[in-house]
């Protein structure tokens, strides 16, 4: 009998991870997606995984880091997009960020070339047809109205929104190099790095205080009628949202100079504030301004930004901006395996279940897709350990948040179950403490499915 297709509505990086987990388990898969035959809003290419936002995959610390954690999760349950983002990789301190043209790249080249991974272009516009008897759901924050409709029309649901911004790009060679350097905040290596991994531009306190009037003062992309009171999500805030909310915020926030020695100084070594570009691309040729998501109209995108030292004669390869993103109401909606409580052949992966961050979309990918194979394949799958990275932020979409107050949330630690009372420890030795317990359950996790698999 020819083995049921897993369909996959999107192939962003959830859909992707998804893809790749259900292939690599011996289900057929059919990737739908709809670019090139309708764009969306924020896109620019019709390769898999496309990173829209930052590059960064932010912090790859497995020891004192739940994102990082995540990182070492997702690496071990044999994850294409860290597979991916380690080959292509670029200097970011502490942290994995990558080539996005490359990254993307090889995604779409691993995933076309599988032999049980079928690719059809074109846009799902409604309810995935009955005769799908499996669907992963993996549209991303940027589902199309058609879709986003007749889903809220099937759980009688109104839609949950959030607005999402962009930073800017710069190409590397109009920085004045005479007034930035290059430094990773306390020299810290980190993943493909030499410690000197950002380049830093400097502000005094007069030049500090003088952007941020600017800043406040821009003018502002407006927002539709409708849009007017949808929130924004505050781990992507744009900057002049964070500037209006008082004078020093960004000084003590993304413009931190704490950790940084400027060698160009006469008088003080550390600056009042500090603006940082993180390189974009693996030539090296474009860097983004680190924090800087801004919905400032492009004119004045130009204006202000050339108002940093060392930015004065930049030129940009992509201005920032700002767009709407929708998700459901996982806590209320979705099971504990992420399907669909009132239609279960339909699960839910990525942003649109209400994780935030590209990794965490990946790894709830990754868990939809082994949820999904398993299901085909008569086998049984609990979901992962509470106490791992990947068990925390599913149980957080699933069960753990309150439905009445859920909004989009990154993996953190705040997420993990308390260690036992003959574990207790504080600071780095607490948090070092739950990333041992979390890789001991997680490996417990992957070896009690093979041996079920088997």
Not at 9 to 19: N, R
Not at 99 to 121: C, G, M, N, Y
Not at 138 to 160: C, M, Q, R, Y
Not at 261 to 280: E, G, H, K, M, S
Request: proline share 6%; with cysteine.
């Amino acid at each position: 009998m020819k083995q049921k297709a897993v369909h996959i509505i999107g192939a962003g990086m959830a859909g992707s991870e998804a893809a790749w987990q259900v292939a690599n388990s011996g289900v057929p898969v059919v990737l739908h997606e709809m670019r090139p035959v309708r764009m969306t809003e924020a896109h620019s290419t019709e390769g898999f995984a496309e990173l829209v936002c930052s590059n960064s995959f932010r912090s790859d610390d497995a020891e004192y880091n739940a994102v990082g954690l995540l990182h070492e999760e997702m690496r071990r349950a044999n994850s294409i997009i860290m597979a991916a983002g380690d080959k292509h990789k670029v200097p970011a301190g502490s942290a994995l960020a990558v080539d996005r043209d490359l990254f993307s790249q090889e995604v779409t080249a691993i995933l076309k070339a599988h032999p049980l991974i079928t690719v059809e272009r074109g846009e799902v516009d409604g309810l995935p047809p009955a005769e799908w008897d499996s669907v992963i759901v993996a549209t991303g924050p940027l589902t199309t109205p058609a879709l986003s409709k007749a889903v809220l029309e099937l759980t009688n649901e109104d839609s949950l929104a959030f607005f999402d911004a962009i930073a800017p790009i710069v190409f590397r060679d109009s920085i004045d190099m005479n007034r930035a350097w290059f430094q990773s905040r306390y020299d810290k290596p980190g993943p493909g790095g030499t410690g000197k991994d950002y380049i830093n531009c400097p502000m005094e306190k007069d030049e500090y205080y003088a952007f941020i009037e600017a800043l406040c003062a821009g003018e502002k992309t407006e927002f539709k009628e409708w849009e007017k009171n949808t929130p924004y999500f505050e781990g992507c805030l744009p900057i002049e949202v964070m500037a209006e909310r008082g004078r020093d915020t960004l000084r003590f926030g993304p413009m931190k100079s704490i950790g940084l020695i400027n060698p160009n100084a006469t008088t003080f070594p550390r600056p009042w504030a500090v603006v940082q570009l993180r390189q974009d691309n693996a030539l090296g040729t474009l860097y983004n301004i680190v924090g800087f998501q801004t919905k400032l109209k492009y004119a004045e995108q130009t204006r202000i930004f050339k108002m940093i030292p060392g930015l004065e004669n930049a030129e940009f390869a992509r201005l920032g901006g700002i767009h709407r993103n929708t998700f459901i109401n996982s806590p209320k909606l979705l099971d504990g395996v992420l399907r669909l409580k009132a239609q279960p052949r339909l699960r839910f992966a990525g942003q649109i279940t209400g994780c935030e961050g590209y990794v965490e979309s990946a790894a709830v990918g990754l868990m939809a897709g082994r949820f999904a194979a398993a299901e085909i394949l008569g086998q049984s799958i609990a979901p992962p350990p509470f106490t791992t990275a990947m068990g925390a932020l599913l149980n957080h979409i699933t069960t753990g948040a309150n439905a009445d107050t859920f909004q989009p949330m990154n993996v953190n630690f705040g997420l993990f179950p308390p260690l036992a009372a003959d574990e207790k420890a504080h600071g780095r030795e607490r948090k070092k403490a739950l990333s041992d317990r979390a890789l001991t359950d997680f490996g417990q996790w992957l070896d009690t499915q093979q041996k079920d698999a088997a």
